[in-house]
């Protein structure tokens, strides 16, 4: 009997000094691991973890990052440079302490890049399904976070609906991505190690990245990357085509249990 998708199982999981939020759609050992964005929660995955549940038949998890929602610490400041390497840590802590074994990471922009760093870095993965990740900065990137922050009181406002402390969320996580010691973070280099299947997806609309953070996404991966180019999806892509988005990570679930042969292309 498959367990009803739609009623999500909240939790509070001591990691180190951090006390991260997570929710549980299904029965069973969790399958599927949902990474949100830079400023995301499991409340703003919207209906994608039951919708990829109810795809699937296996238990998807979602998290929150310390300092997102309702998870600890606050940041009392910008985040280091090396911030996401820090959360592909705590990350891979996170699945140690909940028992779960080699799980399909499915991560959104930031998410999708602490999945891939998690991977990068031998953590136990079956697969990367990497929506709309970052691996280096681009300026138009740069920009639109910078345009962000002109309107920081009305995103701050938007914010508060999913999160305990949004404000100091936005300042730690907007300040590292204009500030000038990151301008040349790139994790590039590192991809090569992916041995998983990986998914890299971006929306052919995408406002904080051009179609070079795709290829060379993929480029830098290599033989384990695939590439899926979404027409007319912009950024939050699992809010603007939410079918789209579980029906491709059901497919990649049931293709690698079928095959662990990654597959390249476009």
Known sequence: MIPDPLVAVVSVVAVGSCRLRTATWGSGPVEIVLLHDGLGSISQWQETPADI???????VMAYERAGHGASTPVPDGPWPTDWLHREANVFGDLLREMEIDEPLLVGHSDGGTTALLHAAGGGACRGVVALAAHSWVEPCCSEAIIAMRRSSHRIVASLATHHDAPAELFEAWSNTWVSDAFATWNVRPLLASITAPTLVVQGDQDQYATDAQ????????????????????????????????????????NRMGATSTPTQGD
Do not use: C
């Open 53 to 59: 549940a109810a795809a699937t038949g296996v238990a």
């Open 214 to 253: 795709l290829t060379e996404t993929a480029a830098a991966i290599g033989a384990n990357a695939t590439m899926m180019r979404l027409a007319g999806a912009g950024h939050i892509i699992h809010h603007e085509q939410p079918a789209v988005v579980a029906a491709l990570v059901a497919e990649f679930y």
